[in-house]
């Protein structure tokens, strides 16, 4: 069964120091239809969104350079933020409840289904309009 590209003409910016994860998340992304532009440390990452103002960015917690942490609070002082999905392979809860308080739109312990990853970006880039209501986080 050939599935719509349900993210055709949306660019997402992907940030991992992880070239294997990082590859499979461009395809993944690349496969639904986004235009992806992929970075592999925290500076690179702001100086990215800022050049390219993404629709979502798909983020990792730990990064070379500048934390994803730092990242999503630089991202979320913007008024109008893109998406923003966390993935990170850290289990600490506190992670997760601080990356919430930070706007985080989704949070991901990897290894995640790289399927229930895009579903879940397609879900809050159709919701975007409506952002008063944020998805929940997952883990």
């Not at 350079?65 to 966390?86: A, N, Q, T, Y």
Request: proline letters at 6%.
């Amino acid at each position: 069964m050939i599935q719509s590209q349900r993210l055709q003409g949306r660019s997402v910016l992907i940030v991992d120091d992880d070239q294997d994860i990082l590859s499979s998340i461009d395809l993944a992304m690349r496969a639904e239809g986004a235009l992806t532009t992929i970075v592999t440390d925290g500076n690179t990452a702001v100086s990215a969104w800022h050049a390219g103002n993404p629709d979502a960015v798909v983020l990792d917690m730990m990064l070379p350079r500048r934390s994803g942490f730092l990242v999503l609070e630089k991202i979320m002082e913007h008024p109008d933020p893109p998406v923003v999905v966390m993935v990170t392979a850290n289990q600490g809860k506190r992670h997760q409840q601080y990356a919430q308080n930070l706007g985080v739109h989704a949070y991901f312990t990897k290894p995640m289904p790289l399927k229930r990853l895009v579903d879940t970006l397609v879900k809050l880039l159709e919701g975007r309009a409506n952002r008063t209501t944020a998805a929940p986080a997952e883990g």
